[in-house]
């Protein structure tokens, strides 16, 4: 089991950037892959990244040249890096652990442990 604080949000203004961090607990952090997920107001969360324990990484198209995940394993760390940014990708966002398949990576269902999630605003 891992327990995961996610850390890092905030607001800013288009084009801006912000680096968020996923800190996880328990030895078993490397085991893991590892995403972020996304949930806007009214909306379903919806996948951004993945660093799988493969150590492949997977990002929804929506995001593919402006954001880019890794992890410190040493340091049970996930990070999420976010450069121009737009007000459309407002929300809160979560880290999770699991070992899903790579068909379900995107499903937060088959994802098993979640962080409380941080806000990330970005205005005009």
């Known amino acids: 089991q891992v327990q995961l604080v996610e850390s890092g949000g905030g607001s800013v203004q288009t084009g801006g950037s912000l680096r968020l961090v996923c800190a996880g607990s328990?030895?078993?952090?490397?085991?893991?892959?590892m995403a972020w997920f996304r949930q806007a107001p009214g909306k379903e969360r919806e996948f951004v990244a993945v660093?799988?324990?493969?150590?492949?990484?997977h990002y929804a198209n929506s995001v593919k040249g402006r954001f880019s995940i890794s992890r410190d394993n040493t340091k049970s760390i996930l990070y999420l890096e976010m450069n121009s940014l737009k007000p459309e990708v407002t929300a809160v966002y979560y880290c999770?652990?699991?070992?899903?398949?790579?068909?379900?990576?995107?499903?937060?269902?088959?994802?098993?442990?979640w962080g409380q999630g941080t806000q990330v605003t970005v205005s005009w």
């Open positions: 999770a652990a699991g070992k899903p398949i790579l068909s379900a990576i995107h499903d937060p269902r088959m994802w098993r442990e």
């Open positions: 328990g030895r078993t952090f490397r085991n893991y892959g």
């Open positions: 660093s799988r324990g493969t150590g492949t990484k």
